[in-house]
């Protein structure tokens, strides 16, 4: 049974950092895609940031340079380390992990629908 458990959330002021985990049991995710989606209330989940198999990253424009996810698979952890937080950022963060076809990595990765494994969630909230 795959299970995975957001922390690490809280509120922090426009300028500032939070690195939030995901702990990832029953999934063996340097065979599949694990990654980081947030959605605000009344908006479609975005995708924020993903690893594939082969450790390549891939970021949302909106937070390219600003946020860096990375994995420590001796502990199953997915972590995404956010900096130079903004207002806009406010929003529940989620971790995902599923198998992306080798054909459909690059236009799936951030997708929502390409991913069936979720965590319940964890709110990060920025004031400005």
Do not use: H
Not at 70 to 80: F, G, I
Request: aromatic letters at 10%.
């Amino acid at each position: 049974q795959v299970q995975l458990v957001e922390s690490g959330g809280g509120s922090v002021q426009s300028g500032g950092s939070l690195r939030i985990s995901c702990v990832i049991s029953g999934f063996p995710y340097d065979t599949g895609c694990v990654g980081w989606f947030r959605q605000t209330p009344g908006k479609e989940r975005e995708g924020v940031a993903a690893i594939d198999s082969d450790g390549t990253t891939t970021y949302a424009k909106s937070v390219k340079g600003r946020f860096t996810i990375s994995q420590d698979s001796a502990k199953n952890t997915l972590l995404l380390q956010m900096n130079n937080l903004k207002p806009e950022d406010t929003a529940m963060y989620y971790c995902a992990a599923d198998y992306l076809p080798d054909n459909a990595i690059t236009d799936m990765i951030l997708q929502e629908k390409g991913y069936n494994y979720w965590g319940q969630g964890t709110q990060v909230t920025v004031s400005s």
